[in-house]
């Protein structure tokens, strides 16, 4: 129980009460402190007293003096206080099983813990909660807890996750509901599976347990998948069904509720051959991090920002690297800064030769596909690419090559854009400066 604190933020209530480093955190305000949950929950009280334990075994207790919602400021050995927990299913679409060799770490490490969703975001099955962890969310009103559902058919939930505890933990959800916890769904159509009559039973259910929102994205498919379950990829028909399907139960849920609650990802419409909805379908983008109206809310506020500007700008060409499924959007945005303000830029699709060409979205091309697809072709004298190429918070690809091997390569300094069409639009103007120009040519 507890956790040793390995150092203390300067000038913060912790420090200010003489807490010291290497003392074990017990409780908080007589609260056993098991993980970052306990510690962030607890810890949110003004003025807590906690129980600490130097490394000899002696106890003592600290009034901690400090208003409501500041951070106590303890840091400890990792950001969770423990181990991530790591995922027990076998899910039949599981993008893990189907990475490729040579990547970075990280990326075959399996995740299924209900503190990263609360924490980051994360997406989880509920499989690996015990009873006891289902009562912690539900007694501290833990919220938004972000589940990765796919069917409530018991026993189809059960095959798609390759776990008994997929039917199992439906009652979770169930009870998450009833306590009010605000949840927020995923569905990966699997085409053949939970497409179709059980499409309309996982929504209808998801509805009456009061899920505020749930996307529906398409299974991703790697060439990768030797010795594992046999799927299809969604087709164009298929996912025009499919956005048909979600679209109709949700003009019913907005008549009748206010809200659509179920959306289609943009993959799907792209899929489909379908023009984007407009942003009013997008409901205040709930589901932005699903790839639900990503490219929509990029060209809104692209088109904003290029209204503010009244003349020629000075810049250099530039290229666009991306994914085959958002180049034409982009063209279409470098085209239209091209009219009014002069900067001359094109968008180029990478094929995604690392994962196989059923992948067609930007985040998961490589530094290796960018080197190979690029060298030799005239790209003016930037490249651009979006940051959800890299890793998070750092300029790694999937495949473990730098930005700056890339630039090396390609003899051109690399500016990495946000996902904001103002930040895309200050780049193609060659406003915003490359994050690292490690190489440049001579």
Same mark, same amino acid.
């Given at each position: 129980?507890?956790?040793?604190?390995?150092?203390?933020?300067?000038?913060?209530?912790?420090?200010?009460? !003489?807490?010291?480093?290497?003392?074990?955190?017990?409780?908080?305000?007589?609260?056993?402190?098991?993980?970052? /949950?306990?510690?962030? +929950? +607890?810890?949110?009280?003004?003025?807590?007293?906690? =129980?600490?334990?130097?490394?000899?075994?002696?106890?003592?207790?600290?009034?901690?003096?400090?208003?409501?919602?500041?951070?106590?400021? /303890?840091?400890?050995?990792?950001?969770?206080?423990? =181990?991530?927990?790591?995922?027990?299913?076998?899910?039949?679409?599981?993008?893990?099983?189907?990475?490729?060799?040579?990547?970075?770490?990280?990326?075959?490490?399996?995740?299924?813990?209900?503190?990263?969703?609360?924490?980051?975001?994360?997406?989880?099955?509920?499989?690996?909660?015990?009873?006891?962890?289902?009562?912690?969310?539900?007694?501290?009103?833990?919220?938004?807890?972000?589940?990765?559902? $796919?069917?409530?058919?018991?026993?189809?939930?059960?095959?798609?996750?390759?776990?008994?505890?997929?039917?199992?933990? *439906?009652?979770?959800?169930?009870?998450?509901?009833? #306590?009010?916890?605000?949840?927020?769904?995923?569905?990966?159509?699997?085409?053949?599976?939970?497409?179709?009559?059980?499409?309309?039973?996982?929504?209808?259910?998801?509805?009456?347990?009061?899920?505020?929102?749930?996307?529906?994205?398409?299974?991703?498919?790697?060439?990768?998948?030797?010795?594992?379950?046999?799927?299809?990829?969604?087709?164009?028909?298929?996912?025009?069904?499919?956005?048909?399907?979600?679209?109709?139960?949700?003009?019913?849920? /907005?008549?009748?509720?206010?809200?659509?609650?179920?959306?289609?990802?943009?993959?799907?419409?792209?899929?489909?051959?379908?023009?984007?909805? =407009?942003?009013?379908?997008?409901?205040?983008?709930?589901?932005?991090?699903?790839?639900?109206?990503?490219?929509?809310? /990029?060209?809104?506020?692209?088109?904003?920002?290029?209204?503010?500007?009244?003349?020629? #700008?000075?810049?250099?060409?530039?290229?666009?690297?991306?994914?085959?499924?958002?180049?034409?959007?982009?063209?279409?945005?470098?085209?239209?800064?091209? =009219?009014?303000?002069?900067?001359?830029?094109?968008?180029?699709?990478?094929?995604?030769?690392?994962?196989? $060409?059923?992948?067609?979205?930007?985040?998961?091309?490589?530094?290796?596909?960018?080197?190979?697809?690029?060298? !030799?072709?005239? *790209? !003016? #004298?930037?490249?651009?690419?979006?940051?959800?190429?890299?890793? $998070?918070?750092?300029?790694?690809?999937?495949?473990?090559?730098?930005?700056?091997?890339?630039?090396?390569?390609?003899?051109?300094?690399?500016?990495?854009?946000?996902?904001?069409?103002?930040?895309?639009?200050?780049?193609?103007?060659?406003?915003?400066?490359?994050?690292?120009?490690?190489?440049?040519?001579?």
């Amino acid at each position: 129980m507890g956790a040793v604190i390995t150092s203390i933020d300067r000038h913060s209530p912790a420090e200010r009460a !003489g807490v010291r480093t290497g003392e074990t955190l017990l409780s908080i305000g007589g609260h056993p402190v098991e993980d970052v /949950l306990d510690y962030r +929950f +607890f810890g949110y009280d003004p003025n807590p007293e906690l =129980e600490l334990e130097a490394p000899d075994g002696s106890r003592r207790r600290v009034r901690v003096k400090k208003p409501e919602a500041q951070e106590l400021g /303890l840091n400890f050995q990792t950001y969770l206080m423990d =181990e991530p927990r790591p995922c027990a299913n076998h899910c039949l679409f599981c993008f893990v099983d189907q990475m490729a060799p040579g990547c970075r770490d990280t990326l075959y490490f399996k995740d299924d813990d209900a503190r990263l969703s609360f924490l980051m975001g994360n997406y989880i099955t509920l499989t690996n909660l015990s009873p006891r962890e289902v009562q912690r969310i539900i007694d501290l009103r833990i919220s938004p807890i972000n589940v990765s559902v $796919h069917a409530t058919n018991p026993r189809l939930r059960s095959a798609l996750l390759g776990s008994k505890a997929g039917g199992e933990s *439906l009652e979770a959800m169930r009870r998450f509901g009833a #306590a009010g916890i605000v949840m927020n769904g995923q569905i990966v159509l699997c085409p053949g599976y939970n497409d179709g009559a059980e499409l309309q039973r996982t929504m209808e259910d998801m509805a009456a347990w009061g899920f505020a929102s749930c996307s529906v994205v398409p299974v991703g498919l790697t060439k990768f998948r030797e010795g594992l379950s046999k799927l299809r990829p969604v087709d164009r028909e298929t996912a025009g069904q499919i956005i048909d399907q979600v679209d109709a139960f949700g003009e019913k849920r /907005l008549e009748a509720c206010g809200t659509r609650m179920f959306f289609c990802s943009d993959e799907l419409y792209i899929r489909a051959g379908r023009p984007l909805p =407009e942003e009013a379908y997008y409901e205040d983008y709930v589901q932005i991090e699903n790839g639900v109206g990503m490219l929509r809310s /990029l060209i809104t506020e692209f088109e904003a920002a290029l209204r503010l500007e009244d003349g020629a #700008a000075e810049a250099a060409p530039y290229t666009i690297a991306t994914g085959v499924s958002a180049r034409p959007f982009l063209q279409q945005l470098a085209d239209k800064a091209r =009219e009014r303000t002069g900067a001359a830029g094109q968008a180029v699709a990478i094929e995604n030769d690392f994962f196989g $060409h059923t992948i067609d979205v930007a985040g998961l091309i490589t530094g290796g596909d960018l080197i190979a697809q690029l060298k !030799g072709r005239d *790209l !003016g #004298a930037r490249l651009l690419i979006p940051v959800n190429m890299l890793r $998070h918070g750092g300029d790694v690809f999937l495949d473990d090559l730098h930005v700056s091997d890339v630039e090396k390569a390609l003899g051109i300094p690399v500016t990495v854009v946000e996902q904001d069409g103002f930040d895309l639009l200050d780049a193609m103007l060659g406003r915003k400066q490359p994050e690292r120009t490690l190489y440049v040519k001579q």
